[in-house]
Structures are given as structure tokens and as C-alpha cells.
């Protein structure tokens, strides 16, 4: 399973890393994303990372602004936000999927960690 940590409450303009590990299982088949969502609507892709190769992809909405990066040897995922804003507010996701394409749907993923709560203050 996928355990995500690294939430909280910060100010505009504050960085935040948020983490994802996964229990031992990831290979090269499997793509690694960030998701987030708001009370009443769907979970919205942030940035995946491609394990086989480490290729990455983003969401327009943050590019720029948030990277994703892994550590191999402790098969974690993180997800480093710069220059927050109170619209990233949301409750952030960690998913993977075994495939060679980084999905950018959240229907396609079926492994999930828990939520991690990031609230950014004006």
C-alpha cells in the first residue's frame, strides 16, 4: 500500500514536500502519481513519475511551481510544492497503477494512499 505524509498548514508563498512511500512492491511497471481534491469535486491530477525510467509529467495548473522527484532506495515519491497559493488547498493524493503510461485520470489508478490535509492561508 501507499502511505502519504507531509501535510499541513502553511502561508502563501511557503514550500511543502509531501511524501509517499510505498510498501516494497514498486518496479519498473508501475507509473506514481499526486492527485488532490476539494470538498464536491473529482480528484484532479497533479504530476506523475514514470518508475521504469523516471520520466514525469504534469498538470498545466502547476507546472512550474510543483515537482515530482523519488528516492529509489526507499521507494518514496514526493511531491515538492513552491509558492503556494490558497487555491491549492486541498487534500493531496498519492496513486499508482501498473502500466507504461502515466494516466492523467484518476479512474485509471487502483492502489491509493490515505489523503494528507494541505491548507494554505491567505
Known amino acids: 500500500h501507499l502511505t502519504v505524509s507531509g501535510g499541513g498548514l502553511v502561508q502563501t508563498g511557503d514550500s511543502l514536500t509531501l511524501s509517499c512511500a510505498a510498501s516494497g512492491w514498486i518496479d519498473g511497471g508501475y507509473v506514481l502519481s499526486w492527485f488532490r481534491q476539494t470538498p464536491g469535486k473529482e480528484r484532479t491530477f497533479i504530476g506523475g513519475?514514470?518508475?521504469?525510467?523516471?520520466?514525469?509529467y504534469y498538470s498545466e495548473s502547476v507546472k512550474g511551481r510543483f515537482t515530482v522527484s523519488r528516492e529509489n532506495a526507499k521507494n518514496a515519491l514526493y511531491l515538492h510544492m513552491n509558492n503556494l497559493k490558497p487555491e491549492d488547498t486541498a487534500t493531496y493524493y498519492c496513486?499508482?497503477?501498473?502500466?507504461?503510461?502515466?494516466?492523467?485520470?484518476?479512474?485509471?489508478?487502483?492502489?491509493w494512499g490515505q489523503g494528507t490535509q494541505v491548507t494554505v492561508s491567505s
Open positions: 496513486a499508482a497503477v501498473s502500466a507504461g503510461v502515466i494516466f492523467p485520470t484518476h479512474t485509471r489508478y487502483d492502489i
Open positions: 513519475l514514470r518508475w521504469r525510467d523516471g520520466s514525469r
